[in-house]
């Protein structure tokens, strides 16, 4: 698959503190892609670094294949995590304004705001102030100036900060929609659910070094402990667990399930299949939750940073 942005070996030093350390990552086109690690880390550090906010001490950026230049500023739309509104001025006027810094004409822009506008329903604030509007609001409008000049990299940070869960599912589905029409997009969140929900690729920083990357899928088979989760109906509940603990490693069960007598994790140890644990569970009860326990995004988070 072809990256649309390359990182190569950043290392980045402010005095005495090194935020970054020969930090690589390769962002694939059409993707999104997380940028995720605990505060401090040296994500916002790599984000500005990418926006030629500020440069690396060592190592190089690529874009699209060419070394990273001012030129590309108008290829990359950027969301901080600090909104950036001028809360004096009228939507509609900032909004004008700061798609014309990105390259657009004025009539360019106005045509793709009215489409925005109406899109997300927020006509009727053109003319109002950023400090008349709620938390929220003033979010939208961040959202689409971001977006309104058709960038190929969109980097989100901290995307849904200050929305409801109406809300902030209807831009999860912009942003989807943005990577469906082409749009690569680097997304730095806290919010584990939304990595596992968005995002195709990931990249761990801690302590400002990579300590994990690769596709999210594949991350999580490395991680996974063969465990399963386990909800059975029967009358002798005392019986079927000491049977199941004779041939299997149980764990203590942590999900929840309405309708069963006895829920158990369930490990498989040595060469033991999920049909074998199938077969033998079916053959003691009967047999209403059988899930596999997939690592989520959070799990990785926490072990990979407490490992490190």
Known sequence: ????????????KFGDFKALNDVSIAVPKGSIFGL?????AGKTTLIRIINQ????????VMLDG?????????????????RGLYKSMKVGEQALYLAQLK??????????????????EIGDWWNKKIQELSKGQAQKIQFVVTVLHRPKLLIFDEPFSGF???NANLIKDEILQLRDEGATVIFSTHRMESVEELCDHIALINKSNKIL?????D?????????????????????VTRAIRDRFEVLPATFKNLNDDLKLNVKLNGSATSNDLLTFLTSKAEVHHFVEVIPSASDIFIETVKNN
């Open 53 to 60: 906010i500020t440069m690396p001490d060592t190592g190089r």
């Open 66 to 82: 060419k070394a990273l230049h001012q030129e590309h500023i108008k290829d990359i739309g950027y969301l901080p995590e600090e």
């Open 213 to 217: 990357d690769g596709k999210l899928t």
């Open 219 to 239: 991350i999580q088979r490395q991680y996974k402990t063969n465990t399963f989760e386990v909800g059975l109906q029967t009358a002798d509940v005392d019986g």
């Open 164 to 166: 409801d869960p109406i």
């Open 1 to 12: 698959m072809d990256n649309l942005l390359v990182a190569e070996a950043v290392s980045k």
């Open 36 to 40: 995720l690690g605990p505060n401090g």
């Open 103 to 120: 390259g657009m004409s004025k009539a360019e822009a106005k045509q793709r705001l009215k489409y925005w506008f109406d899109k997300l």
